[in-house]
């Protein structure tokens, strides 16, 4: 009787055995399936343009404190001082240091107001003077800023534009993401005679970065390009190239003509989505939403702050949440 138990005992003992790896196996499959189904789903920040009032430096660093908390593949910034701040080089360190002690890994995008719409002790533009100061100061690194560095690269790379250091790209799993320095005071069109050679030579600038953008996007097979700009392009609402060419006579030229031209036509012959983010202050929506019309999407943010969940192989692909639901 003893003898039969002491069998039945080892004989389960041995199927046991031969059954644990089987078993492990099966469920490490099953845990690794899971994440195979959904490999490259992440999640990212965008803060809007914190200084259209007063207490903008610390409604930024709150928001960089509070993105700092999330698990976020990065965090996109839009302008580091307001238009009634001083365009000063103390300031913009000041400014640096911030945006340094960020954990996550954080991208700037340049603001009208942090370039664009200065003005020297005289009262005349500052622009480029301080653009280029900009460049030096932000994006002199071919990585982000933050604890955590995210490697970027920059449209300086390329040897016909080494000024456009601001220009970046980087690409998380099947998604490419870029900054275009587009600024909000009409993409700083000026239709004064003889003074607009700064929007020319930059929209000749621009013009080659979304060609490249968009030609790396339908090599690799994207599922997205997510293109980040402080100005609305209205990409949405397209008008004929007929109009934009009148404008340009006008004291009213659209400066954004040509980049919604530009972008509904690279997206159009783009096989995945395209999604356009701004952080305009001119015309923000109380709640933010992605507005989608086919293929391209807008989202734009004001001065307010959201997280984006990406989810690749699906119909939604971004689902958009207020940073305030993660905490």
């Known amino acids: 009787m003893k003898r039969r138990l002491l069998a039945a005992v080892l004989s389960s003992l041995v199927l046991l055995t031969l059954a644990w790896p089987a078993a492990a196996q099966k469920l490490s499959k099953g845990a690794g399936?899971?994440?195979?189904?959904d490999p490259d789903r992440h999640q990212f920040g965008i803060i809007g343009h914190s200084f259209h009032a007063s207490g903008g430096e610390a409604r930024l660093k709150q928001a960089i404190s509070d993105e700092s908390e999330a698990a976020l593949a990065f965090v996109v910034v839009t302008g580091i001082k307001g238009v009634e701040e001083a365009c000063s080089d103390?300031?913009?360190?000041?400014?640096?240091e911030l945006l340094d002690d960020a954990k996550r890994p954080l991208i700037v995008l340049p603001a009208s107001s942090d370039w664009s719409e200065c003005k020297n002790s005289a009262g005349r533009s500052a622009a480029i003077e301080r653009l280029n100061r900009l460049r030096e100061l932000l994006y002199g690194e071919s990585t982000s800023l933050g604890v955590r560095k995210l490697a970027l690269t920059r449209l300086s790379t390329n040897t016909k534009f080494r000024s456009y250091a601001e220009n970046a790209h980087w690409q998380v799993g099947d998604v490419l993401y870029a900054t275009v320095n587009l600024p909000a005071n009409n993409n700083h069109y000026r239709p004064e005679a003889g003074r607009n050679s700064e929007f020319e030579d930059r929209m000749v600038a621009n013009r080659f970065w979304l060609n490249r953008l968009f030609a790396m996007a339908r090599r690799q097979q994207l599922a997205a390009v997510v293109l980040f700009s402080e100005g609305d392009v209205k990409a949405l609402a397209p008008r004929s190239g007929l109009r934009g060419l009148l404008d340009r006579a006008t004291a009213n030229a659209d400066g954004?003509?040509?980049?919604?031209?530009?972008?509904?036509?690279?997206a159009a012959k783009f096989g995945g989505r395209v999604l356009l983010v701004d952080s305009d202050l001119t015309a923000p929506k109380a709640v933010p939403a992605i507005e989608w019309r086919g293929k391209l999407g807008h989202l734009s943010l004001g001065s307010q702050a959201v997280e984006v969940v990406v989810t690749p192989g699906t119909a939604q692909l971004f689902t958009l949440q207020s940073a305030a639901d993660e905490k």
């Open 33 to 37: 399936s899971v994440q195979q189904a």
């Open 90 to 96: 103390r300031l913009y360190a000041r400014r640096r």
């Open 256 to 266: 954004f003509d040509e980049p919604r031209r530009q972008i509904a036509t690279l």
